[in-house]
């Protein structure tokens, strides 16, 4: 059984800073690609950023010089340090992991709980 368990969310004022944090948890022979996605009430869920077992990054650019993806494989975490934030990054935050149960070429995509992330004016 393969978890994702998040923390880090809560309530900021505009301008300030969060850091989320995802463990990656269970029999898992492999991790490629790590993220954070996040969801508002009535939309679709939205790619916040991505990095691969690479260490290469992908974000959105509503999100490019604000928030920075990184991640410890050793401790199958990834982390989202979120700063300059603004009332409409307030979402629940989702940690996603493309990983291998085995060493079979099969991948497999897992989601957190959701974390919520609020910004207040």
């Known amino acids: 059984q393969v978890q994702l368990v998040e923390s880090g969310g809560g309530l900021v004022q505009a301008g300030g800073s969060l850091r989320l944090s995802c463990v990656a948890s269970?029999?898992?022979?492999?991790?490629?690609?790590m993220g954070w996605y996040r969801q508002t009430p009535g939309t679709e869920r939205e790619l916040v950023a991505t990095?691969?077992?690479?260490?290469?990054?992908n974000s959105a650019d509503s999100v490019k010089g604000r928030f920075t993806i990184s991640r410890d494989a050793a401790k199958n975490t990834v982390y989202l340090q979120m700063n300059s934030l603004k009332p409409e990054d307030t979402a629940v935050y989702y940690c996603?992991?493309?990983?291998?149960?085995?060493?079979?070429?099969?991948?497999?995509?897992?989601w957190g709980q959701g974390n919520q992330v609020t910004v207040s004016s």
């Open positions: 990095i691969t077992s690479g260490g290469s990054t």
């Open positions: 996603n992991a493309i990983l291998a149960l085995k060493n079979d070429g099969s991948w497999y995509q897992y």
């Open positions: 269970g029999s898992i022979f492999s991790i490629n690609t």
